[in-house]
T-cell receptor, first 116, second 111 residues
């Protein structure tokens, strides 16, 4: 079956522009996670959705970052007024169950964002 | 605050060698620990998941152990192959929604 997909795969934005990154989780997966991965580092947690409810957004680095999952399936991560420090790979992951990631997380290929 | 450290940061070995990757974490109160593989330009693939009550998990040539009391996990790869070349990431969950990752070990297996 289809895995987690993300689009676009690559995005170049000028500083100050707004960007929107899309994640399509595996069909029927309840939980959805967003991570930010800087070059040479491990992913860092940004936010968690259980269906359409955003239960944890403690990892969002500033109020310029906003995520939504209005129908409990596709999710969008929006970054307003992008800064150079936002350059990173943004990863999305999903699991079939709710709550803590007690099961394997299935990751998408990521969106590489470069802010110039 | 939970911190995850992986040693070594990079490793180069000849094909066929057995090797061990190390992961340490500062807070032993973990829910589970996962080992992931990441290929360049791609997402993460889960290799092994060890629940806090378990001591080890095995999958094919891979074996992961967990020692919660000492805050350590090891990933053992037997008979390494060039296709094993990738970055290996260790990650812990302490019961909330967050998974805390190490920076990874970049492995290169020479043919």
């Amino acid at each position: 079956g289809a895995g987690v997909s993300q689009s676009p795969r690559y995005k170049v934005a000028k500083r100050g522009q707004d960007v929107a990154l899309r994640c399509d989780p595996i069909s029927g997966h309840v939980s959805l996670f967003w991570y930010q991965q800087a070059l040479g580092q491990g992913p860092e947690f940004l936010t968690y959705f259980q269906n359409e409810a955003q239960l944890d957004k403690s990892g969002l680095p500033s109020d310029r970052f906003f995520a939504e999952r209005p129908e409990g399936s596709v999710s969008t991560l929006k970054i307003q007024r992008t800064q150079q420090e936002d350059s990173a790979v943004y990863l999305c992951a999903s699991t079939p169950v709710a709550g803590a990631p007690a099961y394997e997380q299935y990751f998408g290929p990521g969106t590489r964002l470069t802010v110039t | 605050k939970q911190e995850v450290t992986q040693i070594p940061a990079a490793l180069s070995v000849p094909e066929g060698e057995n090797l061990v990757l190390n992961c340490s974490f500062t807070d032993s109160a973990i829910y589970n620990l996962q080992w992931f593989r990441q290929d360049p330009g791609k997402g993460l693939t889960s290799l092994l998941l060890i629940q806090s009550s378990q001591r080890e998990q095995t999958s094919g040539r891979l074996n992961a152990s967990l020692d919660k009391s000492s805050g350590r996990s090891t990933l053992y790869i037997a008979a390494s192959q060039p296709g094993d070349s990738a970055t290996y990431l260790c990650a812990v969950n302490t019961g909330g929604f967050k998974t805390i990752f190490g920076a990874g070990t970049r492995l290169f297996v020479k043919a």
